[in-house]
C-alpha cells in the first residue's frame, strides 16, 4: 500500500493551469485507474481527468473552483500497487540539473596569466602592472571586474603609476620604470630624522619626474611680458564677474586663454615624442597643476582652444574645487597635452619646470610685478610677468620655441577690453 | 490595470486594432468560429463578422499569398499560422514576395502584412508543433521579425507591427501563451520595432536573449542574486533586423556575455549578435562570448526525457550565467 | 468579304483598330528587344512573341481603369494596355533608374507598376495567383465592383499555388479572372509532359468554377471569354479560368536556345497562324482597317519604338548607392 499524488496534468499545448469545475470522487472512494476523477476546464478544453491508480481516495486537496497549475497536487490516492508510477506528470516535475553544482574553489592558478582584451586595455590605459595584481576570476584569472575596482580605489600596483598619465604611453614604458627602482642608492634615517614612507600620489609624483627628468633633454627659455592692460581689464570686470557667475576670474585664465590660442599657431609643441615618431595632438588639452596638501593633481582643461576665458575660468575653478575636496576622476586628468603652471600664486619669478612627461613642453607663469619699464625714453610703472618655457628638446628646438613664447607674450600684451572678450 | 496572459494581449492587440482601421482583418486556419487552435482570436468572429475573421483553406501558401496581396491593394491582414512548424509551405510567398516587394519595386508597392505564429517547445509538441523559425528568415531584408517576450510586450508590438507597412512576422511563444501574465494597460499603446529592451540591470554578466529566454533569465537572475551575481539582461524583442546599438552597449556593460537561444545552436539568431559583439566589443570582453542553446538536432522529441533535454530552462540558464561569472 | 464579329460583341470599329495597334506595338517592342540583346546592349529577353492575341484579347475585355492585373513575364500586351509605355518597358529592358516596374533592379519583363494597378512580379512562377486573389478577397471585403485579373503559363498551374489561390478563390467567390496562356511549352517541356489532361482549363471544374478553352490566336475569342467572366466576377458569382491557348514563337528566353527540343517545322507551322497578320487581315476584310491606315499604324509604332530606344539607351543608370535604398519604408 503506497500513497499517491494525482496532479493536474496538462490538457492541451499550451495549458499552464487547469480549474476544477467538479470534484467526481471524495475521500474514501474507491476507483479503478482511468476512472475520472475530476471534471477540469482549461482555456483550450473541458475534460475529465482520470485517475493513473487503482485505489482508495485519501484526500481531496483542490478544491471546486481553485485554479492550479500543470503538475500541482490535485489528490492523494492509497494504492495497491506501490510501484505504479504517475504516469501525467513525470517531464514537469524538474529536479535540479546536475551540473548546477557550483564549481569548486581552489588555489588554482594557472588562469593568472591568461588575461582578456577588456583587462589589458584597463592596465595599459591606467598603467597597472598585473604581476602584482590578485585575481578573483577561476583560475586566478584577473577579471575586468578586479581591474575596474583596483583603479576605483586609487591603490594601484603599478611601478609606473601616475596620476595625469597619458593615452598615448607607449608600450616600452610599461618596463623602464623598474629599472629605475633599482637604480636609486640605498638611504637609511639618522637619529633625529623622520622617516616618511613614499606612498600614493608622493611616490607616483616622484616616479612621474624621475621619469620626465631622465627620458627628457630639457631645454629652458624665458620671455618677460608686460601685461599692465590685462591687469586693469581684469581688475576692471573682475567685482562684477564674481557678482554674476559666482566664482573669480584669475589672471591664470588669460595666460590659459593665450596660449591655448598660440598653440594652434604652433601645434609643434601640442606634441609627444613617441619613439621613431612625434605625434601632434589635434585637441589642445591644457594641463594645470593644482596642489593640495602633500598632492600635486595635474586636471586638464579640454579643448580649450574652443572655450571662452570665462569658460577657461569656470574649468579652473571647478577643477581646483574638485581638486581639493579630492573628487577629480580619472577622466579629468587624462589627456592633457601641454601643462601651464601658475607658479606665480606662490609668488615665484623665475623656475625650471619639469615636463609633464610625455607632453613636449610646459609654461611656467610667474608673478605679476609692478616694476619700472622705460617707455619712449621715460619710465613707468608697468605689471610685468615672466613667462618661463621647459621644452623636449627631442621635439622642439629653440626658433620654434621662441617664436611661440613670443606670441604668448603678443597676445598676453594685448589683452585689453576692446581687443578681447571674456566671454 | 487590468492582469492578461500573454495570449489575452495577442487578442486585446488584435482587437483593438481592427476596432481602429476597417482595413485589419484576421486570416488563417480555424480562427473564425473556434477563435483559433490556441484561442488568440476567441471572440473576435462573433464580434467583427465572417471576412474580418476569416477560416481559409488549409493552405499556407494561400494564407500568406492572399494576405499579401490584399496587403498589396490596402489592406492591413494580420495572417495566422497555426503553428511556426506550418509556415514552410509558405516560405516562397514570404520571402521571395513579402520580403522583396518595396525594394523590387523601388518602393512603388508595399506589403503591410502582419504573419502570427505560435512557436516554440516545452509543451510536448515534439518535432512539428515545437519549433523555433526564425533563423530561416533572419537574413531576408525586407522582413522584420518580432518575439516579444511580455504580455506588455505582446500588445505594444504587435500593434505596432499591424500598423508597420512592411511585412512583419510575430512569433509568439506558445509555452508562455497561458504561462506569463503581467499588468497590461487598456489604453492604446505602441512599442518601438527593432528595438531591445534592458529587462533587468546589473553588472557581473550580461544576458542577450528573447521571447521565453528572458523569463528564464529573469527567474535565473533571481536565484543568482542571493549567490551575489548581478545579472544585465536585455531582451532583443525583434530579432530581425537586430538593434545592434543595445546589444554593443550591453555587452560593453559587463564584458562577460551569455548569449540564449531555445533554437538550435548552429545558425541561429545568437551567432549574429556573437558576431555584432566580436566585430565591435573586443577590448571590452573578460571572457569568451557563450552560447546556451538547444543542440544540433532536427527538433525537439516528443519523449518527455529528451524533449526536457532540448529545452532551455531556469537551472540552464543559471549554471551557464555562474560559470561566466566566475570565469 | 468576311463577317463582321467585333461589332456583336460590342466592340467598335476603332476599338478593334486599337486592339491590332496594341498587339503590333507589343509584338515590334519585342523584336527590339532582341536586337538590342543580339547587338549585346541588352543582357536579356525574355518574349511573349505568339501570345499578344490572347494578351490583348483579355485586357480589352477588362476594365483597364479599375480592374487589377497580375501580369506574368510575357505579358507585354498586358501591360501596354494597362497603360505603361513603350519607353518604359525599354527602360527596363536597359536597366535604368527610370524604369518604373523596378528602377533597373529586376531583370526585364517583370512587370509592376501602381499607378496602373499592375501587381509587382518576381521570377518564381505563379506567386502573383494567390495576390490577385487576396486584391479580389479586398474587393469583396470592400464591396467594390472591379475584377482581379491574373495569368500564368500552362506550365504553371502546376505549382501549389495555382491550386492553393484557384481553390480560395473558388470557396469564397471572388472576383477572380485566371488566365492560362498555354504556349504549349514551359521552357523545352511540352504540354503533353506538364499535365496529363486534355486542358487545363478541366482542373477549374475542382475549384468551383467554369473552365473555357479558347483560341489563343483570336483575339475577339479570348475577347469575349474575359469579357463574360468578368460580368460574373462583378456581378459576385465568383471566379472563372481561361485558357486561352497559343504558340511560342521564341525560344524560351533570350539565352535558351529551342532547336535543342523542338523541331523548326513546328515552328514555322505555328507562325502561319501568327494573329498579328489574320486579325490585320480580318480587320481589312471587315471594311474596319484600310490598307493606308495600316501603313500609318506601322511606321507610327517604328517611331515610337525607335524613340523608345534612343531614349532608354540615353538614360541614366541607377546610382550604385541607390541599391541601399527600399528595403523598408523609408
Not at chain 2, 202 to 211: E, F, H, K, L
Not at chain 3, 153 to 160: A, D, I, L, P, V
Request: hydrophobic residues 40%; aromatic residues 6%.
Amino acid at each position: 500500500m503506497a500513497t499517491e499524488r494525482i496532479n493536474m496534468p496538462q490538457l492541451g499545448e499550451s495549458v499552464t493551469e487547469g480549474t476544477i469545475s467538479t470534484w467526481l470522487v471524495s475521500a474514501g472512494d474507491k476507483i479503478n485507474k482511468y476512472d475520472p476523477i475530476a471534471e477540469v476546464m482549461t482555456d483550450k478544453v473541458n475534460a475529465e481527468v482520470p485517475s493513473s491508480f487503482t485505489g482508495v481516495i485519501k484526500e481531496v486537496v483542490a478544491q471546486e473552483g481553485d485554479t492550479i497549475q500543470v503538475g500541482d497536487l490535485m489528490c492523494y490516492i492509497d494504492t495497491e500497487d506501490a510501484l505504479s508510477s504517475d504516469e501525467t506528470n513525470t517531464a514537469e516535475q524538474s529536479e535540479p540539473d546536475q551540473e548546477a553544482k557550483p564549481e569548486q574553489t581552489s588555489n588554482d592558478n594557472s588562469m593568472k596569466k591568461r588575461y582578456s582584451p577588456a583587462v589589458l586595455k584597463l592596465a595599459q590605459e591606467n598603467d597597472i602592472d598585473l604581476a602584482y595584481v590578485d585575481g578573483t576570476g577561476r583560475g586566478g584569472r584577473i577579471t575586468r571586474k578586479d581591474i575596474e575596482k583596483l583603479i576605483a580605489s586609487g591603490d594601484k600596483p603599478a611601478p609606473a603609476t601616475s596620476k595625469n598619465e597619458q593615452k598615448t604611453t607607449e608600450a616600452a614604458d610599461l618596463k623602464s620604470p623598474q629599472s629605475e627602482h633599482q637604480a636609486v642608492p640605498q638611504q637609511s634615517a639618522k637619529l633625529g630624522d623622520i622617516e616618511i614612507p613614499v606612498t600614493g600620489v608622493r611616490k607616483a609624483i616622484a616616479q612621474n619626474m624621475v621619469k620626465s627628468t631622465q627620458e627628457i633633454p630639457h631645454a629652458w627659455m624665458a620671455v618677460e611680458a608686460d601685461v599692465t592692460d590685462l591687469v586693469n581689464y581684469r581688475n576692471q570686470v573682475k567685482d562684477e564677474f564674481k557678482q554674476h557667475e559666482g566664482y573669480s576670474l584669475t589672471f591664470f585664465a588669460f595666460f590659459v586663454k593665450a596660449v591655448a590660442q598660440a598653440l594652434k599657431e604652433f601645434p609643434q609643441l601640442n606634441s609627444t615624442w613617441a619613439g621613431d615618431k612625434i605625434i601632434q595632438h589635434k585637441d589642445i588639452n591644457l594641463s594645470i597643476a593644482v596642489a593640495k596638501d602633500q598632492e600635486l593633481f595635474v586636471p586638464v582643461i579640454k579643448n580649450a582652444d574652443e572655450k571662452s576665458i570665462k569658460g577657461i575660468a569656470r574649468d579652473i575653478n571647478d577643477l581646483a574645487a574638485r581638486a581639493r575636496s579630492g573628487k577629480l576622476t580619472q577622466d579629468d586628468m587624462q589627456g592633457g597635452t601641454f601643462t601651464v603652471n601658475n607658479t606665480g600664486s606662490f609668488g615665484s619669478v623665475q623656475s625650471m619646470g619639469v615636463i609633464n612627461h610625455p607632453q613636449a613642453a610646459i609654461l611656467q607663469v610667474e608673478s605679476i610685478v609692478k616694476r619700472p619699464v622705460i617707455i619712449n625714453d621715460m619710465f613707468a610703472a608697468r605689471d610685468m610677468v615672466n613667462l618661463c618655457l621647459s621644452l623636449d628638446h627631442r621635439v622642439l628646438d629653440g626658433l620654434i620655441a621662441g617664436q611661440f613664447l613670443a606670441r604668448v607674450k603678443e597676445i598676453v600684451e594685448h589683452t585689453n577690453a576692446n581687443t578681447t572678450s571674456i566671454y | 490595470m487590468p492582469v492578461m496572459s500573454y495570449i489575452q494581449a495577442v487578442t486585446a492587440a488584435l482587437s483593438e486594432e481592427m476596432q481602429r482601421d476597417e482595413k485589419v482583418f484576421i486570416l488563417g486556419e480555424d480562427v473564425g468560429k473556434k477563435g483559433g487552435v490556441f484561442g488568440a482570436t476567441k471572440g473576435l468572429h462573433d464580434a467583427f463578422g465572417e471576412y474580418r475573421v476569416l477560416d481559409t483553406p488549409l493552405a499556407e501558401s494561400a494564407i500568406a499569398g492572399v494576405g499579401i496581396g490584399a496587403a498589396m491593394y490596402g489592406m492591413r491582414p494580420v495572417a495566422e499560422m497555426q503553428f511556426a512548424d506550418f509556415i514552410m509551405p509558405a516560405v516562397n510567398q514570404i520571402i521571395s514576395e513579402a520580403a522583396k516587394m518595396r525594394y523590387r519595386s523601388n518602393n512603388d508597392w508595399n506589403v503591410p502584412i502582419t504573419i502570427r505564429a505560435p512557436y516554440g517547445g516545452g509543451v510536448h509538441g515534439a518535432l512539428y508543433h515545437s519549433q523555433s523559425v526564425e533563423a530561416v528568415f533572419a537574413n531576408q531584408p525586407g522582413l522584420k521579425i518580432v518575439m516579444p517576450s511580455t504580455p506588455y510586450d505582446v500588445k505594444g508590438l504587435l500593434k505596432a507591427s499591424i500598423r508597420d507597412n512592411d511585412p512583419v512576422l510575430f512569433f509568439e511563444h506558445k509555452r508562455a501563451y497561458r504561462l506569463l501574465k503581467s499588468d497590461v494597460p487598456e489604453e492604446d499603446y505602441v512599442l518601438p520595432i527593432g528595438k531591445a529592451d534592458v529587462k533587468r540591470e546589473g553588472n557581473d554578466v550580461t544576458v542577450i536573449t528573447y521571447g521565453l529566454g528572458v523569463h528564464f533569465a529573469l527567474q535565473a537572475a533571481e536565484k543568482l542574486e542571493e549567490a551575489g551575481v548581478d545579472t544585465h539582461i536585455l531582451d532583443l524583442r525583434t530579432v530581425y533586423p537586430l538593434d545592434q546599438e543595445a546589444i554593443i552597449k550591453a555587452a560593453q556593460k559587463t564584458g562577460k556575455v551569455l548569449l540564449i537561444t531555445e533554437d538550435n545552436k548552429e545558425g541561429s539568431i545568437i551567432g549574429e549578435v556573437a558576431a555584432i559583439i566580436a566585430e565591435n566589443c573586443l577590448f571590452d570582453l573578460d571572457s569568451p562570448i557563450q552560447r546556451l542553446a538547444g543542440p544540433d538536432i532536427p527538433a525537439m522529441p516528443f519523449s518527455p526525457t529528451m524533449e526536457k533535454y532540448f529545452m532551455i530552462n531556469p537551472d540552464k540558464v543559471e549554471n551557464a550565467i555562474r560559470e561566466l561569472a566566475e570565469f | 468579304m468576311a463577317k463582321n464579329r467585333h461589332e456583336s460583341l460590342g466592340l467598335t470599329d476603332e476599338q478593334a483598330v486599337d486592339m491590332y495597334k496594341h498587339m503590333l506595338l507589343a509584338r515590334k517592342i519585342d523584336e527590339r528587344m532582341w536586337l538590342l540583346n543580339r547587338a549585346g546592349k541588352i543582357p536579356f529577353v525574355i518574349s511573349g512573341q505568339g501570345q499578344e492575341a490572347s494578351q490583348i484579347g483579355a485586357s480589352f475585355a477588362l476594365d483597364r481603369n479599375n480592374d487589377y492585373a497580375a501580369p506574368y513575364y510575357r505579358d507585354m500586351g498586358v501591360v501596354l494596355a494597362f497603360g505603361m509605355t513603350a519607353k518604359e518597358l525599354m527602360l527596363s529592358a536597359f536597366a535604368k533608374a527610370e524604369d518604373p516596374n523596378s528602377g533597373g533592379r529586376q531583370m526585364p519583363s517583370h512587370f509592376g507598376q501602381k499607378k496602373n494597378r499592375i501587381l509587382s512580379q518576381s521570377s518564381p512562377v505563379t506567386t502573383q495567383v494567390p495576390h490577385a486573389v487576396g486584391v479580389a478577397l479586398a474587393a469583396k471585403m470592400e464591396k467594390k465592383d472591379f475584377a482581379s485579373f491574373v495569368t500564368l503559363g500552362e506550365g504553371s498551374t502546376n505549382q501549389g499555388d495555382f491550386h492553393e489561390g484557384l481553390n480560395f478563390a473558388g470557396v469564397h467567390k471572388l472576383p477572380v479572372i485566371t488566365m492560362v496562356e498555354n504556349n504549349k511549352y514551359a521552357i523545352s517541356v511540352p504540354l503533353d509532359k506538364q499535365i496529363a489532361s486534355t486542358n487545363v482549363s478541366d482542373r477549374a471544374h475542382s475549384y468551383g468554377m467554369p473552365g473555357v478553352t479558347v483560341d489563343g490566336n483570336d483575339p475577339l475569342a479570348v475577347y469575349e471569354a474575359v469579357k463574360k467572366a468578368r460580368e460574373r466576377a462583378v456581378n459576385g458569382e465568383g471566379p472563372t479560368l481561361i485558357e486561352a491557348v497559343s504558340y511560342r514563337f521564341t525560344a524560351h528566353s533570350s539565352d535558351d536556345d529551342d532547336r535543342q527540343y523542338r523541331e523548326s517545322a513546328e515552328v514555322e507551322e505555328a507562325k502561319k497562324k501568327d494573329a498579328i497578320i489574320s486579325f490585320a487581315a480580318y480587320l481589312k476584310e471587315t471594311d474596319t482597317m484600310t490598307e493606308k491606315q495600316e501603313q500609318e499604324i506601322r511606321s507610327e509604332i517604328d517611331s515610337i519604338v525607335n524613340d523608345a530606344t534612343d531614349y532608354a539607351e540615353n538614360a541614366a543608370y541607377p546610382e550604385p548607392e541607390s541599391a541601399l535604398k527600399y528595403v523598408y519604408e523609408e
